[in-house]
């Protein structure tokens, strides 16, 4: 799934891209379909959206929101696209992928459009955000929190230390990826339980996760230029590296779990009597 350092960049993009922009056309795919789809607001969704300006948009935890202003009402549209949603910028000529459930056309005449394979993802249009299941849960961001917070926070959360970070509810928008990534950094094992770090492990695992994130936003913006649909991960340590030399000692990556739950991490950086 996308997590914080993409939504980053594709916030960064729509903001040159598409705020500003009018919403020319709203083409719903199948015609009046759905699946992505939640109506908080009762209007309609192409009704709601034709015509309106995207006055901003920001990024909360794993959440993009677009924000139409209040003229004539205030408009929100909040876009989670959880395991396999992508946003994609493309003009008419381009072929659509497979799985696309919504085209808006802007003013600019770029096409913003919206496929997910799996069609788990979930476009909120709200009156009030406050409205959009799951949005006022969202913890602080993990590069604005600060380290005391962090760690009171964190000894408030039961469970091993994989499962607690990519808790949204503790801190926004890490997920699988970059957890891995984050406790390499770390070098904790993603089995340690939260309550058996010490002071100096819970120090290490707030710096790692912000140099971490913040170097993967570097990356992406580099590699993902305006492709926001791409997801790229091949300069990642660990994640989905099972079996390669970790970069730091060089023995093989490990693997535990299976499909969209796997865990990768070096059992010599990140050493502990666990699975
Ligand atoms: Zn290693």
Known sequence: MPELPELEIVREVLERRAVGQ???????????SAIVLRDLTTTGFEKALIRRTIGSIHRRGKFLVFDFGADPSKLFLAINPKLTGRLQLASDSDKLRLKTHLILTLSSGDQLRYFDLKQMGQFYLSRELEAVPGYSDVGPEPLEISQDVFRDRLTRQLGEIKAVL???????????????????????HPHRKTGQLDEAEVEKLYA????TLQEAIDK???????EIHLKPREFMAVHNKTGEPCPRCGNAISLVGANDRITNFCRTCQPGEYS
């Open 220 to 226: 992406v913006r580099s590699e993902m230029k305006d």
């Open 166 to 188: 990519t808790r949204g509810g503790f801190v926004a928008g890490i997920g699988n990826a970059y957890a891995d990534e984050i406790l390499w950094q770390a070098r904790l």
């Open 22 to 32: 009018t919403i020319t056309a709203v083409q719903l795919i199948p015609p009046g």
């Open 208 to 211: 790692a996760m912000r140099s």
